[in-house]
């Protein structure tokens, strides 16, 4: 379940391809659409430009958030985006036998928004939060789970943004 909480915070974070610009919720149906495939919200669910400039400024909240977990400062706006988006979603605590989960008291788009949030949040109680970090590389800011065995990678792909900033590391030192 943890890993499924911190893959669908990734795939949001990554609906933006920094590099290349491509926005896979750049419009409502595309918003709605990718909300559907999710499973955050049923194949009705209908979005307004409102709503995807809401998500937009939810995943790079969210971005920030990842940024700040490879040590980054965390911008007192990134947080209230998520608190802003949680009143939205008029978050809850729900009990039941098998114990207690957050969800959202709305519907459509907020609701789903606010899904994607209580994943969020479960991951933060669980400490599996802190694996998920968005790439140093300011091209790139792709979303990824650190698998190493102390927490410290920074690239997304060292075959491929890791060996970019060293390569770049390299010619400054020996440009002096």
Not at 77 to 94: H, I, K, N, P, T
Not at 119 to 145: G, H, I, N, P, Q
Request: glycine share 10%; hydrophobic share 45%; with cysteine.
């Amino acid at each position: 379940m943890t890993g499924e909480r911190l893959e669908l915070v990734r795939g949001f974070v990554n609906t933006l391809d920094v590099e290349t610009g491509d926005d896979a919720i750049a419009t409502a149906p595309m918003l709605a659409g990718w909300l559907a495939e999710q499973g955050l919200a049923g194949d009705d669910v209908r979005a307004a430009t409102a709503d995807v400039r809401r998500a937009a400024e939810l995943r790079e909240a969210l971005r920030a958030h990842l940024l700040a977990n490879d040590g980054a400062p965390l911008p007192d706006d990134a947080v209230a985006v998520l608190d802003r988006q949680a009143r939205r979603s008029r978050m809850e605590v729900g009990f039941a036998a098998a114990g207690a989960e957050l969800r959202p008291g709305a519907a459509g788009v907020d609701g789903a928004l606010g899904r994607l949030l209580a994943a969020v949040a479960e991951a933060m109680a669980d400490s599996s939060w802190a694996r998920l970090k968005v790439c140093r590389a300011d091209d790139c800011r792709w979303a990824f789970v650190d698998s190493s065995r102390n927490g410290s990678r920074h690239w997304c792909s060292m075959g491929v943004c890791g060996n970019r900033q060293k390569a770049r590391a390299y010619r400054a030192r020996h440009r002096r």
